[in-house]
């Protein structure tokens, strides 16, 4: 049903890299709308960790619609989360091009729906690849203590997947994996 909407950048950032763009989903309110619902189908836990730019899009609206989804958790790079002193979290993470490095705020967290005796969390990210990116946030978010209570990263969820590069394996040693549509061969 989706398959239609992403496009393809060959090369993009670099050579080797099919780039999937996303943001043709915002070019139909409709399929943004049933692309929203779906997701929030996906998502089970209260909170909602996500990672810049695109992931906010997808993120944002599910305060809105959604019937348990009641926090979101901004994932930013570098110099883009004000912040308290010992509040910033750095996290560095691969991706299939490279290493980079993003932010989480420990106040954002503590901002969270506790579940129990923790925080659950749903990470939500537009593409999975090779998964280097969600397993870095991931293995940070659940080291973290907040108010006493531990963080876990209940299941990972993802517009895009691409199941040739297996970050699904990756990251299903933490928590399932749910992906609004699957990209072979890209």
Do not use: W
Request: proline letters at 6%.
């Amino acid at each position: 049903m989706y398959e239609d909407i992403v496009k393809h950048y060959p090369d993009f950032p670099k050579p080797g890299i099919d780039f999937i763009d996303v943001l043709p989903f915002l070019h139909d309110k409709a399929v943004f709308r049933q692309a929203i619902c779906a997701i929030d189908e996906m998502c089970t836990a209260p909170n909602v960790a996500t990672v810049e730019a695109r992931g906010f899009l997808f993120s944002a609206p599910l305060l809105t619609v959604s019937d348990h989804v009641d926090t979101v958790v901004p994932i930013r790079k570098k110099g883009k989360l004000p912040y308290a002193e010992g509040d910033l979290r750095k996290v560095t993470i691969e991706k299939e091009y490279g290493s980079d490095e993003v932010y989480y705020r420990l106040s954002d967290l503590a901002a969270a729906v506790p579940t129990g005796d923790c925080i659950e969390l749903t990470l939500l990210d537009d593409l999975l690849a090779t998964g280097g990116t969600a397993m870095g946030i991931a293995q940070s978010l659940q080291n973290e203590l907040v108010d006493g209570k531990k963080v876990r990263v209940k299941e990972f969820v993802f517009l895009v997947e691409l199941p040739d590069l297996k970050g699904r394996q990756l990251l299903e040693t933490i928590a399932p994996v749910r992906s609004l549509l699957q990209v072979e061969g890209a």
